[in-house]
């Protein structure tokens, strides 16, 4: 997610309000309305989230609480940001009054495209606080430099609307960065009252979109699209959510003027390079191949930076073809140039799921693998770990790891994860080898490792007095002890660590 300043999250202290004279001075930039028009559309959620440590797989971080302001979309459901429900433990809706409260659940989440639909954990309370509520109707998409309104409630019921223009329109990535969705940037003076992490966005009395987060600077809003929402919605219906498609492709640029003679480009046409094709993805199956020139998807020409005409917004990033446009199952038609000779494929549009990646990109509601040995500590490599090495990690984060994440196809078929030796804690079985860090394990026993199940598997079928580490990078071997090994197992369990391993 972009470094933007988000929206004060709850449990501000008083301080950190406005005064009420900084309220008034800020007062014509909202628009009072009655009560009744707009709360009923609308509840608030209540969120407590913990995360794992990325440090201590075994242990989860000091537990987190976030308020949002969401829109009512459906009998009983409720639209907002899967920031909010990411590795919650407890979710509550609150009416807009502050009167009712009923648990909440997750219907349906998607945190590629930032969204989750939630509805009440228990019938009875649902029916008590959804009694005389109205559903919002999705609103139509709208056009840039047309104005929106973004919906607050102040604690004490008073609803505002803070009216914003859409300024421009792009494909960007609004929480997890390589995800990419149509996002509108909407220009809006925001008010610090009535606080939220998320609101509302408002065109003509319908929902147009969901405030992702706000720069009070530069006073810009970033906002989930009346597209995505409608799409995600959609795709929600059934209670079957099978998430937003991809193609599965990399691809490049083609202005520079010898690289788009060396494709045998003509002067007049467009087209993007396609420099990695991910095996088992939808191009893959059809036939697409490292090489060939995207010119055009379902008739849609795509010229040499990456973009094409849409009818509403104008020139747009290639990607919103796919992954706004289209829902998983859909076929879309890819014109190609290989070799300089124009070639048309049939493509069934898939999901890429987390769970099939070297290196996950996220790990939310999911607890990490990881084998304590000795007071050895094995997890399996995954961006949330590489982030853990601070701000600039990218360069400060092991090359290894880096690079594994980079070029996965440099694995493939030899393992489905990374699994490497993290640290140690100092024991008796660990002396001599308290600074080994950060190396990716091979062999355990003479097994290779492909994940952490075949490397608590080794550990456990050696019979043997020593067991042996291998690590790829360093071409060495780590022996342990299995009777020191196994005792400083017992005694970690003792001293307070729940559990020596993990492999879900």
Not at 140 to 162: C, F, R, V, Y
Not at 183 to 206: D, E, R
């Amino acid at each position: 997610m972009r470094l933007l300043l988000i929206l004060p999250l709850l449990f501000i202290s008083s301080s950190c309000e406005p005064r009420k004279s900084d309220r008034a001075a800020k007062a014509p930039l909202a628009v009072s309305l009655p009560v009744t028009d707009i709360k009923s559309s609308v509840v608030r959620i209540n969120s407590t989230q913990r995360s794992w440590s990325p440090s201590q797989p075994w242990e989860k971080n000091p537990p987190n609480q976030r308020r949002a302001l969401a829109a009512i979309v459906g009998p009983q459901r409720v639209l907002t940001t899967s920031e909010l429900v990411a590795d919650s433990t407890y979710l509550e809706f609150e009416s807009s009054d502050g009167k009712c409260f009923a648990q909440a659940k997750v219907i349906a989440v998607d945190y590629e495209a930032n969204l989750a639909l939630l509805g009440p954990n228990s019938e009875a309370e649902g029916n008590l606080l959804f009694a005389q509520t109205n559903p919002l109707q999705i609103a139509a998409a709208p056009k840039i430099g047309q104005s929106l309104d973004i919906l607050q409630i102040e604690d004490n019921g008073l609803p505002l609307l803070t009216p914003g223009t859409l300024q421009s329109v792009d494909v960007s990535s609004n929480f997890l960065p390589g995800h990419s969705f149509l996002t509108y940037c909407v220009k809006a003076s925001m008010q610090s009252a009535a606080s939220s992490y998320s609101l509302p966005v408002m065109l003509g009395g319908k929902l147009a979109g969901v405030l992702i987060s706000y720069n009070a600077k530069d006073q810009i809003c970033d906002v989930a699209s009346t597209d995505i929402v409608a799409r995600f919605l959609q795709a929600c219906v059934g209670g079957d959510y099978k998430g937003f498609p991809s193609l599965g492709i990399a691809v490049a640029r083609t202005e520079d003027p010898s690289f788009r003679q060396w494709l045998k480009l003509a002067d007049d046409q467009g087209g993007i390079f396609i420099h990695n094709v991910r095996k088992g993805g939808a191009a893959a199956l059809a036939g697409a191949k490292v090489g060939d020139v995207l010119i055009a998807v379902d008739g849609h020409s795509i010229d040499r930076r990456g973009y094409y005409q849409h009818p509403n917004y104008g020139s747009l990033f290639w990607g919103h073809l796919i992954r706004g446009d289209r829902s998983t199952g859909d076929i879309v038609t890819l014109s190609l140039l290989r070799d300089g000779q124009a070639l048309d494929l049939k493509v069934t549009l898939t999901r890429e799921e987390e769970s099939t990646r070297l290196v996950p990109a996220y790990q939310f509601d999911k607890a990490p693998n990881y084998l304590i040995k000795g007071g050895f500590v094995f997890q399996e490599l995954s961006r949330p770990l590489l982030e853990a090495f601070g701000e600039n990690w990218e360069s400060r984060a092991p090359l290894n790891f880096l690079d594994a994440m980079e070029n996965p196809e440099k694995y493939e078929g030899k393992v489905d994860r990374i699994v490497f030796l993290s640290g140690s804690i100092p024991t008796p079985a660990t002396v001599g080898y308290e600074s080994l860090r950060n190396l990716i394990v091979h062999k355990v026993n003479g097994q290779e490792i492909k994940n952490m199940k075949s490397l608590i598997s080794a550990f456990q079928a050696n019979l043997n007095e020593l067991h042996s580490i291998e690590f790829a990078e360093e071409n060495f071997t780590v022996y342990l002890d299995d009777t020191v090994s196994s005792a400083v197992d017992k005694q970690l369990l003792q001293r307070g660590i729940p559990r020596l391993s993990r492999s879900e």
